[in-house]
Every structure is written in structure tokens, then in C-alpha cells.
């Protein structure tokens, strides 16, 4: 292969940056409306009365709509089949059906107008009467209410996992490490707000829609409304982030269809900023509490990790916290449970790194503790615990963790830290530095994927899948690989994806989309290269005829035969000679089985270097490294990519990112982002990635696992393990603000 493993630069990166790339928000059609959404400013209660009068008399207003004004929905969101069958329903709760509020923010009206700005003025005007009840949005006012959850995480995955007898090991253990740890909600907040633009044309949808799941979204809102799969197109050509916002089809999506069908027009919803807080899901509050035991060489014996936080009324939703901490390192005996308590919030969902950022976040500390405890090095610990099989004894698909442990420590001068923590200055600052492991599971909960390739007379090439750029740079890698599959040169690749009337490729979601796309298309690339093999071998005209299809080599569209030295033929040739303007072939590939008898784990190193005020409680991070072993690595300037914005986001789910609900109202206490911190360049450290390949011949033909999650998990870990290292104090809450941070103030006498 020539393209794959390339530091190819983006196929879309000229249209960014010249502004030729068109986003959801940005589709113009004639006739357009624009849609407003009123939501609840209650968490709990009923509607008594809407008044619509103003807002109907506003200047542009086409329709105000009430629950009184929409039809009922044609299929219970609870029987859609899961993300695994196609439909995707962010939540199992459809609203404007009843007149019953279940969470703030909550569709209550609908305002749709000749231009944006009227319909967001007339939506102001509408005024909603409530009976309300007294909400439940946390932890403390409903942990009397827990319960453990049988299934999470949409149905994929148990509540509870557990191996060996916990309790007696603990009993055993020659040392305990016992912590707890709590973590406000995180919100996605992506560049980009969740748009969509709907137009009917007679019985016919058209879905113009920003979302990591096209397939997912034409299901879903097909079967909602009771039309044809067929009858619903949706098209998406540029997505600005998503980060698990628009992985799951939120009710914002079909509540515009039927704002469209009810004023017979084309109408676009541009979500606000607030209303991206309470429109797409988000990563639940939770508590974590953790206990190791372990022998005094530091070799593990027992794990009991268990997980409690809030989920909507209608679903047992929960992050599974468990994946990494139930096989990271060797251990015998293990019990993981999740509890829930069904709050008045929506539906929570996939947000980057789901569950294992904060599970990792609550094992690698606990780690470091016991690290601490026994004068161990924190390296050596994981060195000591790492095991070359799975829990069930299976082999790992692809390994990689002990590399990733040398080369990040290492590369980071990891070898020259004083362990004493407070032993290093800086002038007035403390510095520390922290390490963690880190790993994310392989998904295979998907169907099987499909591309197809086509390529015409004069050598030029066509791949085609439905999945959509979102930031990634898929369309640049399913590029590299439908060439190398087809044996023609990158520059000759077209990508068309965004569209619905492609062959399938689901929701892009835990790290499976290079995963997913690329052994599609190296499946739809290869089928056709042995077509055009075998034309080529059964052409009289052909210098190749008659030779054996397997000693045919392609490259730049040009065929030669190890049979035949000299002879070569080309694919503009062959299609000339057979009067065919194109050929074509689609390919499918097919995920293995949940059940597997391999260990599905990617792996990884993180390390960190912190300055700390301890006055004033402020954390700067300097440095940041990271070594991965994502199986084989398709594009080395993407992965970095990924992986870089992965590990920067962890920081700011270390030191930054958190949200409340006000007890009284249930509403969130902050909805934008000058209340709801993010990191500003100013904040980004010194990030350094090093890649270690490693060959996996099961996760697909190429064996790639990806990167999207895994920069992430790992990284508060290894900020908070470095703080403890500058200041002696263990911070168990996420994000570490300052006020946490600060040494403590010693009263004046």
C-alpha cells in the first residue's frame, strides 16, 4: 500500500478554509422558514395554558404550535430498535404529545416565521402557565431513590459485572486503597449548533441535518412519522463537531418535519446556545467510589468499583464506568455496578470518551494511591498488573500497553522525577507530575457496513459511503484506502458520503468510525479490483489474458503480472477496449461477534506536568504526552489530531468543565459558555503523541481501532495524579477548581 499510513493532509480542508464547505445552518432553499423552539422553564409539573396571542400577531409569524396543534406520533420511541438496528432515538420520550413537563427546557411550543430572528422574537412573546412540582435533578436529593440498573448505555450493555469473591479478597489484601470520588454533568457544546432543514415534497422528506448518524436519523424519524424508510432522505455534507451530541436523533429533528409539513414550506431550526444544554443529552453527574486491594509486591487481588448517578424518567441510562477497570489490569476478583436515580432531566447520552474518562479518571487515581502507599513507582505498578490476556483467559486482539507505558514515560523524562511530592519549585508555584494509563473498548455493536467503487474510463475513481465528516478527516482516510484498494494513484479518489442514498455505514460513535469506513471501502476496492482483474485475464485484446488472476499487481491504475514481466495493461484501457464507461462494485463488511474470544481493548499512556499557585489554587498544566497503540494507524496526521484534541479535552474535564442544576427551579446553572468554562488557546500545554502500531488481524481488514476517545480517557487522571504531586493533596472531585485546589487558609490570631 502506498496512500495508507501517510500523513495525508484533508481532501476537505481547501473547502474549510475557503468557506466553500456548507454546514446544515447554511442550506438555502426557496421559500425557507425559520423554526423557534419554546422550551419549559419548569423541570416538573403540567401545562396549564399557552398563550399564543402576541406571538401570533408578531410580524412574520406563519404558525404557532401547541401540543393541542401536532399530531401524534406514529411508533412509541420506546420500541425503536437500538443504534445496533438503525434507529437511534436520543431519548424514549417524544414531547408535545401531552401536557406533561418531564425537564427543563422541554419542547413546549413551536413559533415558525419568515426569518430567524422573528421567529426567536415571537417565541419570547409566547406565555406558558404552569402547575409545578417540586423537581429531583441530583444526586443528594435522590439518593434515597437508587437503583441498580439490569442494563445501560441504551440497552448494550449489563448494570453489574463481577468476577471471583470481592469481599474475601479484600478481607486478604495486604493493602487497601479505598476512595470516592464525585463529577459534576459535562455538556458537548461543538462549534457547530445542532441545525436542521426539513422540506416536503408531497409525501417525500428531505432532511438537511447535522448529525453523526445519517442512517440512524432516516430511520428514526421515518418511523416516528409513520413513513417509508424509502420516502425520508437526509443529507449531510459537513458536520461542525458533535462530540456524542448528534450521534443519537433528538426530538428537535422531527419536531421540525412537522413544523415543515404544518406550513407546507421548507423550515430551518437553528438550536441556540442555552438550548444546546438541554436539546441533545449530556454526561450525567455521578459519583464514583473505588476500592483496591493488593499484595505488597503491588500486584492486584481485588476491585470493587461502583458507579451512582442520574438518569431521565423514561430510561435507564448510565455511562458504563466498568469497561476499562473490569480488564485493564490482572486482577482475579472483580464486582462493577451501576445505580441510577431517575431524575427530572433528559436523557443522558454519549459524550467524548463515554464512561471511561471518568471511570479511568477514578481507577488511575486510586492506582496512584497504592502506588504512593507502597513506595512503588507508578509506572512499575501498571508494568507489574499488566496481564497478556483478558479476564476470561482470551488473548488481546492487539496489545501494545507495556510499549506505550516505556515509550511515554520515556519520551516524557519520567526516569528524572522526584517522588516526594511539594519537592519542586518554580518560584512560587508547586510542580508536579502525574501519570495514568489508559484504554477504551473496541465496539463491534454495529451492523454490517457497506461502500462501493466505481471507476470510469479515463482512470478516475468514485468511493461512496453514507458517512459524514464531521471534523475527523474520514473522508480524507476512506480516500487513502479506496486507493490503495483499487490500485490507482490518491489524486484520482473522489469521496462522495452525506447522503442517505449511499450504502449504509452507521452513527459514527465509540471510535468506530475509521474502523467501519475503511474496511467498507477496502472491501467495496477490492471487490473491484478483482472484477477488473478477471476482465483483464479474460480479454483476448488484453496483454494479460490468460495469465493468473492472482499474479496480477495494481498500481496507479496500471496492471502487471509477475507471469509476465514487461506485459501491463490499464484500467481507461481495458474499459475502452470493452466499449464500458464504468465499472462498479459494492462491498460489505461485516463486524465479528459480540462474543469474540479476544480481549477488545485499545491502550495507552498519559502523563502530565502541572504548575500549581498554591494561594490561589490555580492548576496550570505545561506539559501533556501521550503514547497510543491504536492497531495500525491509517493517517498519522489525523490520529495526532484526534488524539491531541482528545487530550485537551481531558484537561478541560479536569480543571474546568462542570454544571449544576439549581435544586429549586431544576434548571442548569449555567447555559453558555461564559458560565460554562472551556479551555482558550492560552490554555493548551505542550501536547506531545507518539503512536506505537501494532498488528491486529480482527478488528477488520486493515486493523484499525481508532483514536476518537482514547486521548481523552486517561488525561484527568494524570492532571490530578501530578497536583497531588506538587501539593500533597489527593482532589476526588471533577472539575478541580480553585477553591478545591488552595492549600488551606490558616486564621489569623
Not at 423550515?267 to 443529552?281: D, E, H, I
Not at 484499525?704 to 492532571?719: D, F, L, P, T
Amino acid at each position: 500500500m502506498t496512500a495508507v499510513g501517510t500523513p495525508v493532509t484533508r481532501v476537505d480542508g481547501p473547502a474549510k478554509v475557503t468557506g466553500a464547505a456548507r454546514y446544515t445552518a447554511e442550506v438555502q432553499l426557496p421559500g425557507m422558514t425559520h423554526l423557534a423552539v419554546v422550551g419549559a422553564t419548569i423541570a416538573r409539573g403540567r401545562v396549564v395554558a399557552v398563550d399564543t396571542d402576541a406571538a401570533r400577531a408578531a410580524e412574520g409569524v406563519l404558525a404557532v404550535l401547541t401540543d393541542e396543534d401536532l399530531p401524534r406520533i406514529a411508533a412509541d420511541p420506546h420500541l425503536l430498535p437500538s443504534l445496533v438496528g438503525g434507529a437511534a432515538p436520543g431519548e424514549s420520550f417524544f414531547p408535545m404529545q401531552d401536557d406533561v413537563v418531564h425537564y427543563a427546557g422541554q419542547p413546549v411550543a413551536l413559533v415558525v416565521a419568515e426569518q430567524h430572528e422573528q421567529a426567536q422574537h415571537a417565541a419570547s412573546l409566547v406565555r406558558v402557565s404552569y402547575r409545578p412540582d417540586p423537581p429531583l435533578t441530583s444526586i443528594d436529593r435522590g439518593r434515597a431513590q437508587a437503583f441498580e440498573a439490569e442494563r445501560l448505555f441504551g440497552g448494550l450493555l449489563p448494570g453489574r459485572n463481577q468476577r471471583g469473591d470481592v469481599d474475601a479478597a479484600l478481607r486478604r489484601a495486604d493493602v487497601r486503597v479505598e476512595a470516592g470520588y464525585r463529577m459534576a454533568a459535562n455538556h458537548h457544546n461543538p462549534l457547530e449548533a445542532p441545525s436542521t432543514v426539513a422540506v416536503w415534497d408531497g409525501g417525500r422528506l428531505t432532511l438537511y441535518e447535522s448529525t453523526q448518524g445519517i442512517r440512524a436519523t432516516q430511520q428514526t424519524v421515518a418511523q416516528l412519522l409513520g413513513l417509508p424508510i424509502a420516502h425520508v432522505r437526509v443529507v449531510t455534507r459537513f458536520v461542525g463537531g458533535g462530540f456524542g451530541s448528534k450521534a443519537m436523533v433528538w426530538p428537535a429533528v422531527t419536531l421540525t418535519a412537522m413544523a415543515a409539513r404544518h406550513v407546507r414550506r421548507p423550515v430551518k431550526l437553528m438550536l441556540t446556545r442555552p438550548q444546546m444544554f438541554t436539546s441533545n443529552g449530556h454526561r450525567e453527574e455521578q459519583e464514583q467510589r473505588i476500592t483496591l486491594g493488593a499484595g505488597q509486591d503491588g500486584r492486584l487481588t481485588a476491585i470493587r468499583h461502583e458507579k451512582l448517578s442520574v438518569t431521565s424518567p423514561f430510561d435507564d441510562w448510565a455511562e458504563p464506568a466498568t469497561g476499562v477497570s473490569s480488564q485493564l489490569y490482572a486482577c482475579e476478583n472483580y464486582q462493577g455496578l451501576h445505580r441510577l436515580i431517575r431524575g427530572n432531566t433528559m436523557t443522558p447520552t454519549f459524550t467524548r470518551g463515554p464512561g471511561e474518562a471518568l471511570g479511568v479518571f477514578t481507577l488511575e487515581t486510586a492506582m496512584d494511591e497504592l502506588a504512593c502507599r507502597l513506595q512503588v513507582d507508578p509506572v512499575e505498578l501498571r508494568l507489574r498488573n499488566h496481564s497478556p490476556v483478558d479476564p476470561l483467559g482470551h488473548p488481546w486482539s492487539s496489545d501494545g500497553f507495556v510499549e506505550c507505558l516505556r515509550l511515554g514515560a520515556e519520551r516524557f523524562g519520567w526516569s528524572d522525577r522526584d517522588p516526594t511530592p511539594r519537592a519542586t519549585r518554580d518560584g512560587d508555584r508547586l510542580i508536579g507530575t502525574g501519570m495514568a494509563a489508559t484504554a477504551y473498548p473496541v465496539a463491534f455493536f454495529m451492523p454490517p457496513q457497506r461502500a462501493r467503487a466505481r471507476i470510469f474510463a479515463d482512470g478516475s475513481a468514485v468511493v461512496q459511503t453514507s458517512t459524514q465528516e464531521f471534523g475527523t478527516g474520514v473522508l480524507t482516510m476512506a480516500a487513502q484506502v479506496g486507493a490503495d484498494a483499487l490500485g490507482v494513484a490518491l489524486r484520482d479518489v473522489e469521496v462522495q458520503a452525506g447522503e442517505s442514498s449511499l450504502p449504509n455505514s452507521t452513527a459514527a460513535v465509540g471510535s468506530a468510525g475509521a474502523g467501519m469506513v475503511s474496511s467498507a471501502v477496502h472491501a467495496a476496492g477490492t471487490a473491484l479490483r478483482e472484477q477488473l482483474v478477471s476482465l483483464a485475464v479474460g480479454d483476448e485484446g488484453s496483454p494479460l489474458f490468460g495469465i493468473t488472476p492472482s499474479s496480477v499487481a495494481v498500481a496507479d491504475g496500471r496492471l502487471t503480472s509477475s507471469e509476465l514481466p514487461g506485459a501491463a495493461d490499464t484500467y481507461a484501457g481495458m474499459l475502452a477496449r470493452n466499449h464500458l464507461p464504468d465499472a462498479e462494485a459494492t462491498g460489505t463488511w461485516r463486524p465479528p461477534p459480540l462474543d469474540t474470544p479476544h480481549g477488545l481493548l485499545t491502550f495507552g499512556a498519559q502523563f502530565a506536568e502541572v504548575a500549581v499557585d498554591p494561594d490561589l489554587g490555580l492548576v496550570r498544566v505545561r506539559r501533556l504526552g501521550g503514547a497510543f497503540a491504536p492497531g495500525r494507524v491509517l493517517n498519522p496526521l489525523l490520529a495526532r489530531s484526534q488524539l491531541m484534541g482528545g487530550m485537551l479535552w481531558g484537561m478541560s474535564q479536569a480543571l474546568l468543565e462542570g454544571n449544576r442544576t439549581d435544586p429549586r427551579s431544576g434548571r442548569w446553572t449555567a447555559t453558555n459558555l461564559a458560565e460554562y468554562l472551556v479551555p482558550v488557546n492560552a490554555d493548551a500545554p505542550d501536547v506531545t503523541v507518539d503512536l506505537v502500531e501494532v498488528r491486529d488481524e480482527l478488528v477488520g481488514p486493515l486493523g484499525a481501532k481508532g483514536v476518537g476517545e482514547i486521548g481523552q480517557v486517561g488525561v484527568a487522571a494524570a492532571i490530578a495524579n501530578a497536583v497531588f504531586h506538587a501539593t500533597g493533596r489527593r482532589i476526588r472531585a471533577l472539575p478541580m477548581t480553585p477553591e478545591l485546589v488552595m492549600d488551606p487558609v490558616v486564621p489569623l490570631r
